[in-house]
């Protein structure tokens, strides 16, 4: 199937060209989902504004469209979108008419000189603390077989700092037991890494398939390492809400699932002292501001520096 350019320039065809653009260019179906979602949107404003062409949007259409986003309210709460929701749509409609302009769909881009809304930076969720990452860890042992294998996945979670798309990639030969390393396979941005892991992780990954696999495993299972009650690979659903129930039930009283002990792992290791571009290395983020944002969230480092130089927490 050739990749045309489209003979009109209506919303509905041109974005369906980008959308065929973005997916030869190997985007994942999850951004294309996500994409298709925005477009769809901002499609659905577009005619009940009377703008049905790709050549009717300019610098003014994005700013009124802007003007929208920040007036709706949702449906479920009342309340605003949130700053990355408004972004993100802006930005998939600034982006689509960029590759309209450079394959020559349309000859010109009037919304290059569109100013994107600045997000801020927003810190994550307060981070579970090394006493409250075993208090969690602890949990899984009231639930026995789907306990030990609940275990093993937190601890990996932990011990690596994967995301949780990333740990349901898992397979079995991505676990290296003597050089206590695991592999990720194509992460963010399809790219491969090695990430060291805790022998303490790699004794409960060793139980779990030794004890727990084999119990799951069934003709859907392939070579995921880690299995659903159903046999077949966990859904990143339901792997956030297999940490958030533990994490409730620890009664630690921080909200979080999967990316909780990314944050903790991250978190802990500048507070002990790893450089930052090992953090960064380790989360496998390709800027490094992405990861000093666990700089600003460590408080330990901080909170001893004020303890021993601020006046007032020198005062009893």
Same mark, same amino acid.
């Given at each position: 199937?050739?990749?045309?350019? %489209? $003979? ?12 065929? @653009?973005?997916?030869?260019? +190997? ?35 994005? $700013? ?19 700053? +990355? ?38 810190? %994550? ?32 979670? @932990? ?16 676990? $290296? ?18 990430? %060291? ?35 077949? %690979? ?49 989360? +496998? ?30 005062? $009893?």
């Amino acid at each position: 199937m050739l990749l045309t350019k %489209p $003979d009109t320039l209506a919303l509905d065809v041109c974005e369906l060209f980008y959308l065929s @653009y973005c997916r030869a260019k +190997g985007q994942s179906e999850s951004t294309l989902q996500s994409k298709s979602d925005a477009l769809r949107l901002f499609r659905e404003w577009a005619l009940q504004n009377r703008i049905i062409g790709i050549d009717d949007i300019n610098v003014n259409v994005l $700013d009124s469209y802007q003007y929208s986003l920040n007036e709706h309210r949702k449906r479920s709460d009342g309340m605003p979108l949130a700053r +990355g929701t408004i972004r993100y749509r802006l930005t998939t409609v600034k982006v689509m008419m960029r590759v309209l302009c450079l394959k020559n769909v349309i000859a010109e881009n009037p919304c290059e000189r569109f100013e994107l809304p600045k997000l801020g930076r927003k810190l %994550p969720n307060p981070v579970l603390s090394e006493e409250e990452v075993q208090s969690v860890l602890e949990q899984a042992s009231f639930y026995g077989t789907a306990g030990i294998r609940d275990r093993a996945i937190m601890e990996t979670y @932990y011990a690596s700092g994967l995301r949780r798309q990333e740990l349901r990639n898992l397979m079995l030969g991505d676990i $290296d037991f003597v050089q206590l390393q695991l592999r990720v396979a194509q992460g963010k941005g399809h790219k491969d890494r090695y990430v %060291p892991i805790s022998q303490r992780a790699c004794a409960w990954i060793y139980r779990y398939l030794k004890e727990i696999r084999v119990r799951y495993a069934s003709i859907h299972s392939g070579k995921t390492l880690f299995l659903a009650n159903n046999g077949k %690979p966990f859904r990143v659903a339901q792997l956030s809400e297999l940490v958030a129930k533990y994490i409730k039930l620890s009664e630690v009283r921080k909200a979080g699932a999967c990316n909780q002990y990314r944050h903790a792992a991250a978190t802990h290791m500048v507070d002990n002292g790893a450089d930052i571009r090992h953090v960064q290395e380790f989360l +496998g983020h390709a800027d490094l501001s992405t990861t000093q944002v666990y700089v600003h969230v460590s408080m330990e480092k901080l909170r001893e520096v004020y303890n021993r130089t601020h006046p007032a927490a020198k005062h $009893d």
